[in-house]
């Protein structure tokens, strides 16, 4: 059974609106979650991550997430996105000693 | 700069040949994995090292193995290609120091097998 579950695989939004892109995990995987973004033709890079503490976490090209203990949820939001923000983003989180990553929600930003 | 090289962009190979896909990290990290990315799949673990000459498999093993002689570098062999592992692959290290630390990634290498 899946462990981190991402349920859009494709996100369309214009320009400036604001996005969110759902993660949900299962109780199987630690509550250790991470956001990467694949920008086209690249590797994945670390967005944010989750550890403890805050339940809101901060990170980079103003992205942000909060982890929902009560929904098993860790979602992903941007108020305002960019075309740069064009990309696919996966959710991962920890189970054991490897990361266990969704299958990728492709955002697409429109002009 | 932490950097993750994958030693082609692109490959094309036919069925039944022996692949090599190299790795190397610059950034003195113990830990290496292997990945290959599909479509509607995400990322799923092939196999992962956490020191020179250990390996351990991941969640899709058949098919691959892999070696690991030089603490930066970390290869990914196919011993007889098949269609179906035509895929992007991709490389991450991360460091054994400490835990849940982050896992730079390489730019990946996209595999044709025909």
């Known amino acids: 059974a899946q462990s981190v579950t991402q349920l859009d695989s494709q996100v369309p939004v214009f320009e400036e609106a604001p996005v969110e892109l759902r993660c949900n995990y299962s109780?199987?995987?630690?509550?250790?979650l991470f956001w990467y973004v694949q920008y086209p033709n690249q590797g994945l890079q670390l967005l944010l991550k989750y550890l403890s503490g805050s339940t809101l976490v901060k990170g980079i090209n103003g992205f942000e997430a909060e982890f929902n203990k009560s929904q098993t949820s860790f979602h992903l939001r941007k108020p305002s996105v960019h075309i740069s923000d064009t990309a696919e983003y996966f959710c991962a989180a920890y189970n054991t000693d490897k990361l266990i990553f969704g299958t990728g929600t492709r955002l697409q930003v429109f002009p | 700069d932490v950097k993750v090289t994958q030693s082609s962009r692109y490959l094309v190979k036919r069925t039944g040949e022996k692949v090599f896909l190299e790795c190397v990290q610059d950034?003195?990290?113990?830990?290496m994995f292997w990945y290959r990315q599909d479509p509607g799949l995400g990322l799923r673990l092939i196999y992962f090292s956490y020191d020179v000459k250990m390996k351990e498999k991941g969640d899709i093993p058949e098919g691959y193995s892999v070696s690991r002689e030089k603490k930066e570098r970390f290869s990914l062999i196919l011993e007889s290609a098949s269609t179906n592992q035509t895929s992007m692959y991709l490389c991450?290290?991360?460091?054994?120091?400490?835990?849940?630390?982050?896992?730079?990634f390489g730019p990946g290498t996209r595999l044709t097998v025909l």
């Open positions: 950034m003195d990290h113990e830990n």
């Open positions: 109780s199987s995987v630690s509550v250790y």
């Open positions: 991450a290290s991360e460091s054994g120091q400490g835990a849940l630390n982050e896992q730079f």
